[in-house]
């Protein structure tokens, strides 16, 4: 089993991203869970959005303790607390204009896998605006090799072509391959 | 991306009972918001506007009025449904009685949420547990799989003519119903033929019958209802388990009162309901590994009370400890401990049992703290004086 947790404000759409990521587990065959942790809800808070995937049923309902992936999408949220309980080989990315060894020391980690991409640069590049989620999820992608990018860009037109139109689809799928491709360890 | 058909839908625990609450298209549904019911109705009223059922919706003030409405639908005739958590669910406390003397086949899926006060918007059963002696069936489910298939069982269960009672269907705030699991969803035609077309047995509105509802009913015949009720509501022992096997063929699944995980050989136990059964089955997952003899049983159906099965399965065990998601206040602790407490009670050979109380206001239960219960049973298995400790508190500051 992989235990996910995205770290976002609230309006960033981290929740949005872990039922995504959840989707293309199912659309695999696999077992998912996927839920947010609710808090005193006011808009800006950070926000924890959790995705289990399993080839066997899950039938654990409690909060993931020890993620073995963390995806930080908001950059002013890269602080050691937020990071707490990753296994020790684990995977964390990083919504930051900053390199990977920066974010390690800054957060004191000793963690091997640490990727860095500046998602909320391409987010406005290609969306005009900033909702960083979208293209963090094509930085997951790359950094885990839990699903593929193929696999993101059919939930993303399957989720989204009729809600935003062809245009503004192409537009996100074109930030999701950029921070795919910009990502680094 | 994996061609394969893909059978299960990615929903909530409040999504999957409006679907349910979809195939089975009410006549009426009335409700008034209150968090986290809400998403079963977000989702339901949706289905309202796109047309999907022929559903009347009404929009009332108050979760009185939302019984009220509900239980006078149902008395006209029609199948009737209503939501709730929490103080709604207290405040249709009045109207949720009456429902069950006047013998109304009302279902009602419940998010179980922390009573006030303090304020608290998360999951634990002292909303349904304030219910318990109400009359209602009360089904607890561990998953949103379970929220789904039950909420269409209660359909047949509620109408069946041995019975005619309303059912409550809970399941836990945010943990599932805001939580997305794949759930498998059958045909529209498939289940609509299950819960076939509802025939009334006395509808009100049925003039060439007239009847009259709600009439005074002192101490010449009140008890007699009352006695009437209490055999309706066992009734339930009776037919449950043949709507469940009639469900089969649809869901291949075999439902009980109760869920045992792990209980042949097990000597050491854990007793609890909804989605702590599956979190518990983890952690007994994990014991296993290690050769421990743990098991698990879940209480699917709390009332009527399953103390046949509770009987049976409890019988070779040494130690079980019951887990309640709710504080009784100056009782000698929770409502599930002493029903199966009472259950044991004839046994010569009984096994040792405790109590927890855990998870109030949504506190996490973890399949660490489930370790530790395991843990700690362990250690009071050889101990003398274990009954000086029979209520305890699953992690909490002092």
């Known amino acids: ?185 | 991306m994996s061609k394969t058909k893909i059978d299960r839908t990615p929903l909530s625990g409040a999504e999957s009972v409006a679907q349910a609450m979809r195939q089975i298209n009410p006549e009426v549904v009335a409700a008034y918001p209150i968090t986290p019911q809400t998403g079963i109705m977000h989702a339901f009223t949706a289905f309202v506007n796109d047309g999907d059922v022929d559903t009347e919706m009404i929009r009332v003030e108050s979760e009185h009025s939302a019984m009220s409405a509900t239980l006078g639908a149902s008395a006209a005739g029609v199948r009737a449904i209503t939501a709730t958590s929490s103080n709604g669910l207290a405040l249709m406390h009045e109207i949720v009685y009456i429902a069950a003397s006047t013998r109304l086949p009302i279902v009602m899926p419940v998010v179980n949420r922390a009573l006030s006060g303090p304020i608290n918007i998360h999951c634990d059963h002292s909303d349904t547990m304030a219910e318990r002696d109400s009359g209602w069936v009360q089904i607890y489910c561990e998953n949103n799989q379970e929220a789904y298939e039950m909420t269409l069982l209660a359909i047949r269960l509620a109408e069946h003519k041995d019975i005619l009672l309303p059912v409550m269907v809970c399941q836990d705030g945010f943990i599932t119903s805001h939580g997305v699991e794949g759930v498998k969803l059958y045909k529209d035609s498939i289940v609509k033929k299950f819960l076939g077309k509802y025939k009334p047995k006395h509808p009100l509105l049925d003039t060439k019958n007239p009847i009259t509802i709600g009439p005074l009913d002192f101490y010449d015949y009140y008890f007699e209802h009352k006695r009437q009720q209490s055999e309706a509501i066992h009734n339930v022992r009776k037919v449950f388990p043949k709507l469940v096997k009639e469900f089969k063929k649809i869901s291949g699944k075999d439902y009980g009162f109760i869920e045992s995980y792990m209980m042949d050989d097990a000597k050491e136990a854990i007793v609890v309901m909804s989605s702590s059964a599956g979190t518990t089955k983890e952690v007994v997952d994990r014991l296993r590994k290690e050769g421990r003899k743990v098991g698990m049983v879940k209480i699917r159906m709390f009332r009527p009370f399953p103390i046949s099965e509770i009987k049976e399965v409890l019988k070779g065990v040494d130690i079980v400890a019951v887990l309640d998601r709710v504080e009784s206040f100056g009782a000698v602790g929770g409502p599930l401990f002493n029903e199966i407490r009472s259950s044991l009670y004839d046994y010569n050979n009984k096994p040792k049992i405790v109590n927890y109380v855990f998870g109030l206001g949504g506190r996490s239960y973890t399949p660490e703290l489930g370790r530790q219960v395991f843990d700690e049973i362990s250690k009071d298995k050889n101990s003398k004086d274990y009954e000086h400790n029979l209520v305890r508190y699953l992690v909490v500051r002092n």
């Open chain 1, 1 to 185: 089993m992989k235990e996910i947790k995205i770290i976002g404000r609230g309006g960033q759409g981290g929740k949005t991203a872990a039922e995504i990521i959840a989707k293309i587990g199912l659309n695999e065959g696999k077992f998912i869970q996927s839920f947010p942790e609710y808090g005193a809800e006011r808009q800006g808070a950070p926000v924890f959005a959790y995705t289990r995937i399993s080839d066997e049923e899950i039938t654990i309902h409690s909060d993931v303790k020890n993620p073995d992936i963390i995806a930080i999408i908001d950059p002013t949220l890269i602080i050691p607390k937020m990071v707490e309980g990753i296994k020790s080989d684990g995977i964390l990315i990083v919504n930051t204009n900053k390199t990977s060894d920066e974010v390690r020391d800054h957060l004191k980690l000793k963690l091997k896998d640490i990727y860095t991409v500046d998602a909320t640069s391409i987010s406005i590049k290609y969306l005009g605006k900033n909702i960083p989620n979208t293209p963090m999820l094509g930085a997951i992608s790359t950094a885990t090799g839990l699903f593929s990018l193929k696999d993101v860009e059919e939930e993303i037109k399957h989720k989204f072509l009729k809600k935003i139109g062809p245009e503004f689809t192409k537009k996100n799928i074109d930030s999701i391959r950029e921070a795919s491709k910009e990502v680094k360890q």
